[in-house]
Antibody, heavy 122, light 111 residues
Framework: EVQLVQSGADVKKPGESLKISCQTS????????IGWVRQMPGRGLEWVGI????????RYNPSLQGRVTLSVDKSVSSAYLQLNVLEASDSGMFYCVRPMMVGAVVAGIDFWGQGTLVTVSS | QSALTQPPSASGSPGQSVTISCTGTSSDVGGYSYVSWYQHHPGKAPKLLIY???KRPSGVPDRFSASRSGNTASLTVSGLQAEDEADYYC???????????FGGGTKLTVL
């Protein structure tokens, strides 16, 4: 059974950094892209980025590029999202996901983590 | 990229059918067969309902069906059940994007 288990909720102050983890199981981690999707309050879903554990190839949402870093630790089949210089508007739910890839195309998402609620407030 | 356009809400009575639309452009929904739909019960992980425009993963009831006409994709929920009350999101590949785009979501209420 594929599982994506994320770290717990977090509260940060503006300007701080955030790091969320995603422990995976049930599939061969090195050969599957892993991604992150966020949902800000009252808004829809938005891609943060995706990473290929095999070679750490990454793609970021241009709106976040420069503040976000995706990484993996193949030894523990885990992925990480780090978001720097947090703003109140970064508050929301962050989901770890396993995208379905057709070549280089993101064709959808077949598995989702349970979500990590992030609150950024002074 | 702009989000795909979904109606904010939809509703139906138990046993009825409801259709949710997802409108994009020829650069996304209308141009490629990588349209997917997700069901999200608040507090739970979203769930894949449909991929490649109209394919259902194993385990998804055939009450959920989807199609596309031009730049608009549609999700139909037939034989509505109370458990279908949830938020529904569409998603599509976008030419020139390395990630894709989501719709704004539709809250389905079972009356």
């Amino acid at each position: 059974e594929v599982q994506l288990v994320q770290s717990g909720a977090d509260v940060k102050k503006p300007g701080e950094s955030l790091k969320i983890s995603c422990q995976t199981s049930g599939f061969h981690f090195p050969i599957h892209w892993i991604g992150w999707v966020r949902q800000m309050p009252g808004r829809g879903l938005e891609w943060v980025g995706i990473i290929y554990p095999g070679d750490s190839d990454v793609r970021y949402n241009p709106s976040l590029q420069g503040r976000v870093t995706l990484s993996v630790d193949k030894s523990v089949s885990s992925a990480y999202l780090q978001l720097n210089v947090l703003e109140a508007s970064d508050s929301g739910m962050f989901y770890c996901v396993r995208p379905m890839m057709v070549g280089a195309v993101v064709a959808g998402i077949d598995f989702w983590g349970q979500g990590t609620l992030v609150t950024v407030s002074s | 990229q702009s989000a795909l356009t979904q109606p904010p809400s939809a509703s139906g009575s138990p046993g009825q059918s409801v259709t949710i639309s997802c409108t994009g452009t020829s650069s996304d929904v209308g141009g490629y067969s990588y349209v997917s739909w997700y069901q999200h019960h608040p507090g739970k992980a979203p769930k894949l309902l449909i991929y490649d425009v109209s394919k259902r993963p194993s385990g998804v009831p055939d009450r959920f069906s989807a199609s596309r006409s031009g730049n608009t994709a549609s999700l139909t929920v037939s034989g509505l059940q109370a458990e279908d009350e949830a938020d529904y999101y569409c998603s599509s590949y976008v030419i020139g994007s390395n990630l894709g785009v989501f719709g704004g979501g539709t809250k389905l209420t079972v009356l």
